[in-house]
């Protein structure tokens, strides 16, 4: 891109919603302003399949750390192109039973994602009532979906767009947490998940990407994932045995925990009582019931007054 105007080739990555959000997002707002360049990307759509230069960006040779281009616009289904509310502006993820799009709300001023399910007809009405149900409780700790709407055999759950700010980004980026700074984050984690199961709700996948870091500290998401509301309406104890996962995770630095594969447990920072590894080993085990009880225990592993004391002269 030269210094007034955007290139072809990255007009044409922009159609295709190829470039990253930070790239995207002034080439955006340089089309609202400039007339020509706004020409020039309806004349590329209209050339769209045909055209030379398409063609030879589409055989060029990538570098090996750029991802395979997600899909384009034209790729988008029918139902979302011409939303009444939202306006899809990328496409973020694909999986086998669900689509997640980058959308402008054009109720509120918060970028939106908005996920399309496709499930049965059962699954669909369960997770509607959920959302309908967090939405209307307003549980603490709790970020769920702001919208929710039939599209046939389709289900489309909007929430706000938030990008970089969970606790598996923090590991990513950090590597494992200490203890102190871990002990927190499960108790606000077990709040959340206390309330939800008071009305009778379990988040059923809870996973570090779910677990967003806000001013007020830790929210929670991924709720009525389509293959658990059609299998678990409640289960405390796969929540506590999920909340041990994360805290393992987030002690050993693994964000992606294999269920199939060993845990890690050899991995643990060395200055982790031994009480409290026995504790978490307990947990993703399934012998609490409920999340409460498991950070309860790891409470009282992690609470005598010399452990403490000796990890703040360790690392004072």
Not at 21 to 30: D, G, K, M, Q, S
Not at 168 to 177: M, Y
Not at 207 to 214: A, G, S
Not at 284 to 296: C, G, L, N, S, Y
């Amino acid at each position: 891109m030269n210094e007034s105007h955007p290139s072809d080739e990255v007009l044409v990555d922009f159609v295709h919603g190829r470039l990253r959000h930070r790239l995207a997002e002034p080439i955006e707002a340089h089309l609202k302003t400039c007339g020509v360049c706004a020409a020039r990307l309806v004349e590329l759509e209209s050339t769209i399949s045909s055209d030379s230069l398409t063609e030879q960006i589409r055989n060029a040779v990538l570098p090996v750390d750029v991802p395979t281009p997600l899909p384009g616009r034209n790729d988008w289904p029918d139902k979302l192109k011409n939303h009444p509310r939202f306006r899809i502006l990328s496409l973020l993820s694909r999986g086998t039973d669900e689509s997640i799009y980058l959308a402008e709300d054009r109720t509120r001023p918060q970028r939106a994602a908005v996920k399309l399910v496709i499930g049965d007809s059962l699954a669909l009405l369960r997770i509607a009532e959920l959302i309908r149900l967090l939405a209307i409780h307003k549980l603490p700790r709790m970020d769920p979906p702001f919208a929710v709407e039939q599209l046939g055999e389709q289900l489309l759950i909007a929430e706000d767009y938030r990008s970089g700010a969970t606790l598996r980004e923090v590991v990513c980026s950090r590597g494992r947490l200490t203890l102190p700074e871990v002990v927190p984050y499960a108790q606000q984690i077990a709040e959340a998940l206390t309330a939800a199961h008071a009305l009778g709700l379990s988040h059923g996948d809870l996973q570090l990407k779910d677990c967003f870091l806000t001013e007020s500290g830790i929210a929670l998401r991924g709720w009525a994932r389509r293959r658990i509301c059609e299998t678990v309406l409640h289960d405390p104890r796969a929540d506590a045995t999920a909340l041990g996962r994360c805290l393992l995770g987030l002690l050993t630095g693994h964000t992606l925990l294999d269920s199939r594969g060993p845990l890690p447990f050899g991995e643990l920072w060395a200055d982790v009582p031994t009480a409290v590894t026995e504790v978490i080993r307990s947990i993703t085990r399934a012998k609490f019931a409920t999340p409460q009880e498991a950070v309860d225990a790891l409470m009282k592993a992690a609470s005598p007054k010399r452990w403490w004391q000796r990890w703040s002269l360790i690392h004072s």
